[in-house]
Nanobody, 113 residues
Framework: QVQLVESGGGLVQPGGSLRLSCAASGFTISNYYISWYRQAPGKERELVAAITKGGGGINYAASVKGRFTISRDNAKNTVYLQMNSLKPEDTAVYYC??????WGQGTQVTISS
């Protein structure tokens, strides 16, 4: 089955860090452009970060630039999203997506003191 599974979310205080993982099964993640999205309660899903197949092209939403880092570990068939200096407005369910996959369950990130 072709799918991506997100993990690594949790509850952290403002200013903290989390690393989200996006693990592929049924396909080789290095062959695909991968995007991270998030959806906060009552809001539309938004693109957070994306990385090209080779990893040389990376884009970030303005709201996370300088705080979040997307990266690949092709040996582990996984894409990561390192999130630093987290803010309450980063609270959302985070999803990763490839062109050949549907939407997974996502992983909940909650930033609160």
């Amino acid at each position: 089955q072709v799918q991506l599974v997100e993990s690594g979310g949790g509850l952290v205080q403002p200013g903290g860090s989390l690393r989200l993982s996006c693990a592929a099964s049924g396909f080789t993640i290095s062959n695909y452009y991968i995007s991270w999205y998030r959806q906060a309660p009552g809001k539309e899903r938004e693109l957070v970060a994306a990385i090209t197949k080779g990893g040389g092209g990376i884009n970030y939403a303005a709201s996370v630039k300088g705080r979040f880092t997307i990266s690949r570990d092709n040996a582990k068939n996984t894409v990561y999203l390192q999130m630093n200096s987290l803010k309450p407005e980063d609270t959302a369910v985070y999803y990763c997506k490839a062109s050949i996959t549907g939407w997974g369950q996502g992983t909940q990130v909650t930033i609160s003191s």
